[in-house]
């Protein structure tokens, strides 16, 4: 089956530090993968997303590489600011456009 | 583009109460809709997908008669939770997947921002 699997937070940084957050997948077929992010008390926004092997996802300073050969979606943002404190969400989407989400990761920027 | 809205954003109801949150999609029409289902610092549980003009499918374990879901057009599913119990209490968020937008992409879910019920 379809599955993804992040890192668990919180993950706390000081501002300007190097942010990686980890994300594995298993899945039958070549499926899109996605960040999503959700500040406080509001729903999910996309962040970016890529669509087969080797694409690379960008924006607002983040980057996630489709790596096939590892099953791997991993957000890295080389200097992150108190504003990007959020939780990150990573899926894939299955058969009938569905969605199936990590169980996310709390990130919290300290100034 | 692709903004999609809930209203309310916020509500509070006795229990045993009915309660009607709509999902619009607002600049792009929506052949897909679905609902989902957060816990407090927990992931999203889809609870069901609609189409325009068909019956939802819903996810196992999730109760048909206690949530409905009504895709009436592709603008607009209403989730109706019935029978509100405390139990009930949680964030329900919406989403919608684009249908032949010039330029958008039908593989990527566009979330709304959440609608918080509270059932006492």
């Known amino acids: 089956g379809n599955s993804v699997t992040q890192m668990e937070g919180p993950v706390t940084l000081s501002e300007e530090a190097f942010l990686t957050i980890n994300c594995t997948y298993t899945a039958t077929g070549y499926p899109s993968l996605f960040w999503y992010v959700q500040y406080p008390g509001e729903g999910l926004q996309l962040l970016l997303k890529?669509?087969?092997?080797?694409d690379k996802g960008s924006n607002k300073g983040f980057e996630a590489t489709y790596r096939k050969e590892t099953t791997s979606f991993h957000l890295e943002k080389g200097s992150v600011q108190v504003s990007d404190s959020a939780v990150y969400f990573c899926?894939?989407?299955?058969?009938?456009?569905?969605?199936?989400f990590g169980g996310g990761t709390r990130l919290m920027v300290k100034p | 583009g692709a903004v999609v809205s809930q209203h309310p954003s916020r509500v509070i109801c006795k229990s045993g109460t009915s309660v009607k949150i709509e999902c619009r999609s607002l600049d792009f029409q929506a052949t897909t809709m679905f609902w989902y289902r957060q816990f407090p610092k927990k992931s999203l549980m889809l609870m069901a997908t609609s189409n325009e003009g068909s019956k939802a499918t819903y996810e196992q374990g999730v109760e048909k008669d206690k949530f409905l879901i009504n895709h009436a057009s592709l603008t607009l599913s209403t989730l109706t939770v019935t029978s509100a119990h405390p139990e009930d209490s949680s964030f329900y968020i919406c989403s919608a997947s684009l249908a032949g937008l010039a330029g958008g992409s039908t593989d990527t879910q566009y979330f709304g921002p959440g609608t918080r019920l509270t059932v006492l």
């Open positions: 899926a894939l989407n299955r058969a009938g456009n569905m969605l199936t």
């Open positions: 890529a669509t087969k092997a080797d």
